[in-house]
């Protein structure tokens, strides 16, 4: 019986664009940081925010599309595209005023690709009653229910990958 050797790979999709740098990152940080610590190698955490990193972007910024260039946008399609191809876990955190577009493509892609998706949509958001998203997506009450259930998610993958 092998046993399959591949990190779990969980790719941390929500709202980007309309918010702050930190409100767009530090959730994804926290995340990266707690699952790492528990699942080690076990894991790989795709974060399509590390792209800003390197863009001048301080702590209160809102981040646009505007600030990039059609190549760049192209770029970050490619490369989001190929982190969601890749994954086999999807977490959703939509937060505030932003309509979520971007996150709405992902989780229909990574649906039809069969995945897990699980999330939490904050209550401000207009997506908090969409029919596809609550559809598409396992939900929790709070981030840190989510954070909460995960493991037990990636456990479950594990598990069922040393059964096969």
Known sequence: MEIISEPIR?????????LTYTQATDWRIDFTEILKLKFGDKIEILNPTL????????????????????KDKADIFKKDMQMLNSANIMVVYIQGQSRGIGTINELGYICNKGSLTVGYIDDKSPLKNNPFVLGSLL???SLNGLLDHL??????????RENL
Do not use: M, Q, V
């Open 10 to 18: 969980i790719y941390l999709a929500g709202s980007i664009y309309g």
């Open 139 to 141: 939900t929790y009450h």
């Open 151 to 160: 493991p037990n998610w990636i456990d479950k993958i594990l598990e069922s």
């Open 51 to 70: 792209k800003y990193r390197n863009n001048g972007y301080k702590p209160h910024d809102i981040l646009d599309l505007k600030d990039f260039s059609d």
